[in-house]
């Protein structure tokens, strides 16, 4: 792979005192993963490859390498963490001590800007690698802004039309930014005043408002909201598990599968007893976390006194879907010395999957003469369901 042009530190040494949750902020779990996992993944969304400095807190910065490596799968080496200052300008200057000799281009990115979609990083370094200045994304700023003397009282009101919020990335012309912190001799509160106030010129590029900075409870619960609304396009699955035994009734005609068996012992229930039926109802409403067969069809029911297998089955179908699901697929299994399946397999999947839209695989055994199916007096099925979330 060619040696990197445009390296992304990400600061993530900070307490996240305003937060409050006695962790270091970067560590904080959004969605599953941390808020700097959320950071690198943006990074690494960037269209040509970036080398990643993380600074971290002294006492994580294993952890935040092992974090960002993970992520970074085949261009691991891209990664490396380094340890942060007390200061976020001191922990951006021990980033940028890690840059590598092949980079022109530098960006400075809080890792508590998490959300930062992967095209702004792009944006940012485009424009500093063109304009050879520094670069800095900005919002319009919607609220007046007041001027104030120490003691709260107004002093003025200045144009809001000239005011703009900044954001991170900032991008900078490495060797001037690597000057510009050697040189620097007061606290600046960004990149970019530190860089302006080397002398060197500073643009502007539209900002995003997913680059919002994670700072209080409020901002987190917000993180969570969006994040799960972005998850949503990507299907959750989930397995669900049903069983169903029945007595033999030789009286009965034999329901199993949703077929009539001629010749061969039924099932008692108060439905036909078809338990392979009943069992894909119990898994499919299992994986929907609906409860199950008996919470649903209650005997009371006289809908379903009965009925054979295939009402049920629809009726299960339709309440998975309106809790969000589509079935992926469900395996089902018959434990008895009779009837024996093999014969009518074929068609019994065929009309399973039918009725459930989606494959349905079925298989028997029996158990070895044990127990009651052993000893011919019922038949048991268990089935699995997997089932996957509709947007
Ligand atoms: N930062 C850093 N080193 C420091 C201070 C801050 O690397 N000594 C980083 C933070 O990890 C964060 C970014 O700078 O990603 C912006 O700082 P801020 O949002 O203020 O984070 P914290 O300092 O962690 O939060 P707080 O001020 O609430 O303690
Ligand atoms: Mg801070």
Same mark, same amino acid.
């Given at each position: 792979?060619?040696?990197?042009?445009?390296?992304?530190?990400?600061?993530?040494?900070?307490?996240?005192?305003?937060?409050?949750?006695?962790?270091?902020?970067?560590?904080?779990?959004?969605?599953?993963?941390?808020?700097?996992?959320?950071?690198?993944?943006?990074?690494?969304?960037?269209?040509?490859?970036?080398?990643?400095?993380?600074?971290?807190?002294?006492?994580?910065?294993?952890?935040?390498?092992?974090?960002?490596?993970?992520?970074?799968?085949?261009?691991?080496?891209?990664?490396? !963490?380094?340890?942060?200052?007390?200061?976020?300008?001191? /922990?951006? @200057?021990?980033? $940028? #001590? =890690?840059? %590598?000799? +092949?980079?022109?281009?530098?960006?400075?990115?809080?890792?508590?800007?998490?959300?930062?979609?992967?095209?702004?990083?792009?944006?940012?370094?485009?424009?500093?690698?063109?304009?050879?200045?520094?670069?800095?994304?900005?919002?319009?700023?919607?609220?007046?802004?007041?001027?104030?003397?120490?003691?709260?009282?107004?002093?003025?009101?200045?144009?809001?039309?000239?005011?703009?919020?900044?954001?991170?990335?900032?991008?900078?012309?490495?060797?001037?930014?690597?000057?510009?912190?050697?040189?620097?001799?007061?606290?600046?509160?960004?990149?970019?005043?530190?860089?302006?106030?080397?002398?060197?010129?500073?643009?502007?590029?539209?900002?995003?408002?997913? !680059?919002?900075?994670?700072?209080?409870?409020?901002?987190? /619960?917000? @993180?969570?909201? $969006? #994040? =799960?609304? %972005?998850? +949503?396009?990507?299907?959750?699955?989930?397995?669900?598990?049903?069983?169903?035994?029945?007595?033999?009734?030789?009286?009965?005609?034999?329901?199993?599968?949703?077929?009539?068996?001629?010749?061969?012992?039924?099932?008692?229930?108060?439905?036909?007893?078809?338990?392979?039926?009943?069992?894909?109802?119990?898994?499919?409403?299992?994986?929907?976390?609906?409860?199950?067969?008996?919470?649903?069809?209650?005997?009371?029911?006289?809908?379903?006194?009965?009925?054979?297998?295939?009402?049920?089955?629809?009726?299960?179908?339709?309440?998975?879907?309106?809790?969000?699901?589509?079935?992926?697929?469900?395996?089902?299994?018959?434990?008895?010395?009779?009837?024996?399946?093999?014969?009518?397999?074929?068609?019994?999947?065929?009309?399973?999957?039918?009725?459930?839209? =989606?494959?349905?695989?079925?298989?028997?055994?029996?158990?070895?003469?044990?127990?009651?199916?052993?000893?011919?007096?019922?038949?048991?099925?268990?089935?699995?369901?997997?089932?996957?979330?509709?947007?």
């Amino acid at each position: 792979m060619h040696e990197p042009r445009t390296a992304v530190v990400i600061v993530a040494a900070g307490s996240g005192a305003r937060l409050g949750l006695g962790e270091p902020k970067a560590f904080v779990r959004v969605a599953g993963r941390t808020l700097l996992g959320h950071a690198v993944a943006s990074v690494l969304g960037m269209t040509a490859p970036a080398q990643v400095v993380v600074v971290a807190p002294t006492d994580r910065v294993e952890a935040a390498e092992s974090i960002a490596r993970e992520l970074a799968g085949p261009v691991a080496d891209l990664v490396t !963490a380094v340890a942060g200052g007390s200061t976020r300008q001191e /922990s951006v @200057a021990a980033g $940028l #001590a =890690a840059v %590598r000799g +092949s980079v022109d281009v530098v960006l400075v990115h809080d890792a508590a800007r998490a959300f930062t979609p992967s095209s702004l990083f792009d944006t940012v370094a485009d424009a500093a690698r063109a304009t050879r200045a520094g670069v800095l994304p900005v919002l319009p700023v919607a609220d007046t802004i007041k001027q104030l003397k120490r003691d709260g009282s107004v002093v003025g009101t200045p144009d809001r039309s000239e005011l703009a919020a900044a954001q991170t990335p900032q991008g900078f012309p490495r060797a001037q930014l690597v000057a510009a912190y050697a040189g620097a001799t007061v606290e600046h509160t960004d990149d970019a005043a530190l860089f302006a106030a080397a002398g060197h010129a500073v643009t502007t590029v539209s900002g995003d408002p997913l !680059a919002f900075k994670v700072t209080t409870p409020w901002d987190l /619960s917000r @993180a969570e909201t $969006l #994040a =799960a609304g %972005r998850s +949503s396009d990507v299907p959750v699955f989930r397995s669900g598990i049903g069983l169903d035994v029945h007595a033999f009734d030789p009286e009965s005609p034999l329901w199993l599968g949703g077929v009539y068996w001629p010749d061969e012992p039924g099932l008692k229930g108060h439905s036909d007893g078809d338990a392979v039926c009943h069992a894909i109802c119990d898994a499919l409403l299992s994986a929907a976390g609906l409860g199950d067969i008996g919470g649903r069809f209650g005997t009371a029911d006289d809908r379903f006194a009965g009925a054979h297998g295939d009402v049920f089955i629809r009726e299960t179908v339709r309440l998975v879907a309106g809790a969000g699901y589509e079935v992926v697929n469900v395996a089902v299994q018959v434990i008895a010395n009779q009837p024996k399946l093999a014969g009518r397999r074929v068609e019994l999947e065929q009309n399973l999957s039918g009725l459930v839209g =989606a494959p349905v695989s079925v298989s028997a055994t029996t158990s070895d003469g044990l127990g009651f199916p052993g000893r011919g007096e019922g038949l048991t099925a268990l089935a699995t369901a997997l089932i996957r979330s509709v947007n």
